[in-house]
């Protein structure tokens, strides 16, 4: 695959990624390939920590958007989710705080939005600016940005964006209409001139090709500056969404995608992120040792389930991890 052409000044040392190349890791005994994820691992963290953070839907359902995975849009009236508005500052300061006091060090707001209203947005700019007063990193995800937005969020200390790219730009049609994947590249590119660190992944499960999943991955780390922060998500089958019915990727797949995310983002934050809630304490352990290092803390992720804290804290037991 012919890549150099994209290749942009700041990375020129740096040898991109081919698609080729990472169906390659994949296609690896899982092994080897486990090991070799815990050999980067280990040069760019510590392989006993794990970073919690806790998520809060501060604007819930009613979204414009038609991602067929999503539990939020409008269109998906059979996913029977009551939509709300943007929550008062207080209320999500209040809910950072008992993240806080149960142990999270980051707090993640999310909004169901296209992109956000210039009114709506200095409301979340007083909640990252109040969250971020506890002591805790912040990350907000709010959709496509416009121009100055970034930098508004920037100046009131939000250290991450979180805007996925959720599968490669092959099969992103088949999933999402209502915006392309070019789009969500412009956002990010506008969150990192801003400064912001990136926040991006993807989902896995919905019905795309290994070569889908090795092509996200390699968007991602083929990005003009890597994102700092990379989630895997295993779809959430939400009933009353078009993907309701998709079966159950194979487990040792995601374990496969997460090894493929630490041995092409060395330095990054790969967070297993959705369904883990569905997954065994071995199948996360894997998922450790594959290079994840950090989790969605709480019992909700935005409107569906996710692992019990009570639990979680038992596995960190077992395993030998320690928060951070
Ligand atoms: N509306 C904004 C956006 O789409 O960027 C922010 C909120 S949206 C719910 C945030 C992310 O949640 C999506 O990009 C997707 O990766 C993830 N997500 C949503 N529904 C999911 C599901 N059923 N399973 C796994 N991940 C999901
Ligand atoms: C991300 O990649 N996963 C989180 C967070 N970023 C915002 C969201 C997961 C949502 C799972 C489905 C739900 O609870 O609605
Ligand atoms: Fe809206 Fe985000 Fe859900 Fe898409 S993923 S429908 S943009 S809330």
């Known amino acids: 695959m012919q890549v150099s052409s994209v290749a942009a000044p700041a990375r020129s ?33 510590d392989p006993n920590a794990i970073q919690r953070s806790s998520l809060l839907s501060v604007k819930t359902g009613g979204c414009s958007e038609d991602c067929g995975y999503c539990s939020q849009s409008a269109k998906h009236k059979q996913a029977g989710l009551e939509r709300e508005r943007l929550m008062p500052v207080e209320e999500v300061v209040a809910a950072a705080q008992v993240a806080k006091d149960k142990g999270a060090s980051r707090f993640c707001m999310g909004a169901a939005w296209r992109s956000p209203k210039d009114g709506d947005l200095d409301r979340v700019l007083e909640m990252v600016r109040e969250v971020k007063a506890l002591g805790m990193q912040t990350c907000v995800t709010l959709g496509m ?31 999402i209409k209502s915006h392309t994947q070019a789009d969500r ?39 003009e500056t890597v994102p700092e922060s990379v989630p895997i998500n295993n779809l959430v089958a939400v009933p009353g969404t078009p993907m309701a019915d998709q079966p159950p990727l194979d487990p040792f797949e995601f374990v496969r995608t997460i090894a493929a995310a630490r041995i092409t983002m060395p330095k990054s934050w790969v967070r297993l992120s959705a369904g883990r809630a569905e997954m065994s304490d071995e199948l996360q352990a894997l998922c450790f040792l594959a290079g994840a290092n950090s989790i969605f803390y709480g019992e909700k992720l935005l409107t569906t389930g996710n692992s019990d804290l009570e639990k979680d804290d038992v596995l960190f037991q077992r395993l030998g991890l320690k928060a951070v």
């Open 145 to 175: 940005l416009k121009e100055g937005q970034a930098e508004k969020l920037k100046e009131a200390g939000l250290d991450y964006y979180n805007h996925n790219l959720d599968t490669d730009a092959e099969f992103y049609g088949q999933v």
């Open 185 to 223: 590249l412009d956002t990010i590119d506008q969150v990192r001139q801003a400064g912001l660190n990136v926040c991006s992944g993807g989902i896995i499960g919905m019905g795309e090709s290994r070569k889908n999943r090795a092509a996200m991955i390699v968007q991602l780390a083929n990005l």
């Open 13 to 45: 040392a740096v040898p991109l990624w081919t698609v080729e190349a990472v169906l390659a890791l994949y296609e690896l005994p899982l092994m080897d390939l486990i090991w070799r994820a815990q050999e980067v691992h280990r040069q760019n963290f």
